[in-house]
């Protein structure tokens, strides 16, 4: 028997000192997407593919389609696989928060990227959701002078970035009395499903709609092309959230009144840099925030170049 226990530990140490060499010639990265048919997230993909690229790294990319339950599955089936470090592109707070709970009892570093959960990961990399609200509504009472009445447009329920930048918008609402909430309901991030909730908002409210605050871009254009369809957005000011391509070139044609930029290519560099750091041990930011910025027609030509390239 002695010589099985000798075979078995010069297995053991030739798997250890494979993953050893696995790990310097490129770390693999498990990456969940929270849903690959947004265009930011897309955005997103592309900068971690090739910050990925630019250190070596590999990448396993999984879409999640918006399920918290599929995501919890993949980073699962990460763990089972052993790679070096997880990032999460959380679906839900709540829903989302066993996959960061799988990965830290298995030891595998998890980066969460663009959103958040309950539960605590290894680093985050993001934005201030509420800041972006904030801005784009804060433009809008610009705009409106203070008074006057809005629709909410709200993302996926229970995702982060819709509780937050929900809770931005009513601060501004509430520091500016003249400003009514006139509805709010989602789209869940999606364009069509927000033509059709603008459809439905002009035939209950008409004329009474004064702007539309949309927590992301693609719902933007859709409330856009609602209201372009119904001959109605000349007197109602339409602001969103992401500068993705559309909207950045919709503010540019003078349609769409304002985004809020949002470094996709910021943060999926990122949060492949600290899954890199985690995995080398080396130094890294718990928490990185990266600012937001408004686009309106004055500075969009600023951003419609970096635009085509993150």
Request: aromatic share 4%; glycine share 6%.
């Amino acid at each position: 028997m002695k010589w099985l226990a000798a075979a078995l530990t010069a297995a053991f140490l030739l798997a250890g000192c494979a993953r050893r060499d696995a790990r310097q010639q490129g770390a693999v990265i498990g990456v969940s997407l929270m849903n690959l048919s947004n265009e930011f997230i897309v955005m997103l993909h592309k900068a971690m593919e090739a910050e990925a690229r630019d250190s070596g790294a590999a990448l396993i990319v999984n879409d999640a389609q918006r399920s918290a339950e599929r995501q919890v599955q993949q980073v699962e089936s990460f763990t089972a696989r052993r790679v070096d470090a997880i990032i999460l592109n959380p679906c839900e707070v709540e829903a989302s928060s066993p996959a960061v709970d799988r990965a830290r009892a298995a030891g595998i570093p998890i980066v969460n990227v663009n959103s958040e959960t309950r539960s605590e990961p290894t680093a985050f990399v993001g934005s201030r959701d509420e800041e972006s609200a904030r801005i784009a509504m804060e433009y809008i009472a610009g705009r409106l002078k203070g008074k006057g009445n809005v629709v909410m447009i709200h993302g996926f329920m229970g995702q982060a970035a819709q509780l937050k930048r929900e809770r931005g918008a009513r601060e501004v609402l509430a520091a500016h009395p003249g400003l009514k909430l006139l509805a709010a309901q989602t789209a869940e991030w999606d364009r069509a499903k927000a033509i059709s909730l603008m459809e439905n908002w002009i035939q209950s409210y008409g004329d009474s709609i004064d702007a539309v605050f949309a927590q992301n871009d693609e719902m933007a254009m859709g409330a856009l092309i609602a209201l372009e369809q119904a001959r109605r957005k000349e007197r109602v000011v339409v602001a969103g959230v992401d500068a993705i391509a559309d909207a950045l070139q919709a503010v540019k044609d003078g349609r769409l009144d304002a985004t809020v930029f949002q470094d996709a290519g910021g943060q999926g560099r990122m949060a492949v840099r600290t899954a890199l750091a985690l995995i080398r041990q080396q130094p890294y930011e718990k928490r990185t925030l990266i600012p937001f910025r408004l686009v309106t027609r004055d500075n969009v030509d600023e951003y419609l170049g970096p635009a085509a390239k993150r």
